[in-house]
T-cell receptor, first 113, second 113 residues
């Protein structure tokens, strides 16, 4: 089975600063990796996903993530955050051969003016 | 546009009453899921269904029931046996193959008084 660990439960950052949200995963088989964003009182929205190929993937809202197989990590980054990026971010993993998805506990990103 | 519709957005019920949350999708997805979300606890899987007329318990199924009579619909009933039903409930769907990720509804916030 797969599992996901998000290393930070809360990340406060000032507006226009860079941010990195950390995600490590564990799996005995090859996996797909995802980042979702959740704004207050809304569902989860897909930010980006890694399926194969280039290890650097770009998503919506200027976010990107890098897949590192040797370190089993999939950290999310943004070079300059906005107040509107304040939200909960979830890392998720699913195996190649099924759609069973495991979610991390989430990281609350708070962008301060 | 295809998507998932959860209704209602907000629901209030008296303690001891059963309540049913609606989830409808027009994405032609085979799999559907129900999650419960409490502050600071991430997503917890209640029930899931991979095919019509079949469903399985997730991690916290006690006090909940579901049905899957149609591919498009996966209603969740919160019964009086659920000891702490106040929470945010999310429905999701996915195609059978991995790599597409889950599509989420916008959620139902249930408050039991």
């Amino acid at each position: 089975a797969q599992s996901v660990t998000q290393l930070d439960s809360q990340v406060p950052v000032f507006e226009e600063a860079p941010v990195e949200l950390r995600c490590n995963y564990s799996s005995s088989v090859s996996v797909y990796l995802f980042w979702y964003v959740q704004y207050p009182n809304q569902g989860l929205q897909l930010l980006l996903k890694y399926l194969s190929g280039s290890t650097l993937v770009k998503g919506i809202n200027g976010f990107e993530a890098e897949f590192n197989k040797s370190q089993t990590s999939f950290h999310l980054r943004k070079p300059s955050v906005h107040i509107s990026d304040t939200a909960e971010y979830f890392c998720a993993v699913s195996a190649f051969n099924n759609n069973d998805m495991r979610f991390g506990a989430g990281t609350r990103l708070t962008v301060k003016p | 546009d295809g998507g998932i519709t959860q209704s209602p957005k907000y629901l209030f019920r008296k303690e001891g009453q059963n309540v049913t949350l609606s989830c409808e999708q027009n994405l032609n997805h085979d799999a559907m899921y129900w999650y419960r979300q409490d502050p600071g606890q991430g997503l917890r899987l209640i029930y899931y269904s991979q095919i019509v007329n079949d469903f399985q318990k997730g991690d916290i199924a006690e006090g909940y029931s579901v049905s899957r009579e149609k591919k498009e619909s996966f209603p969740l009933t919160v019964t009086s046996a659920q000891k702490n039903p106040t929470a945010f409930y999310l429905c999701a769907s996915a195609p059978p193959a991995g790599g597409r990720g889950y599509t989420f509804g916008s959620g139902t916030r249930l408050t039991v008084v």
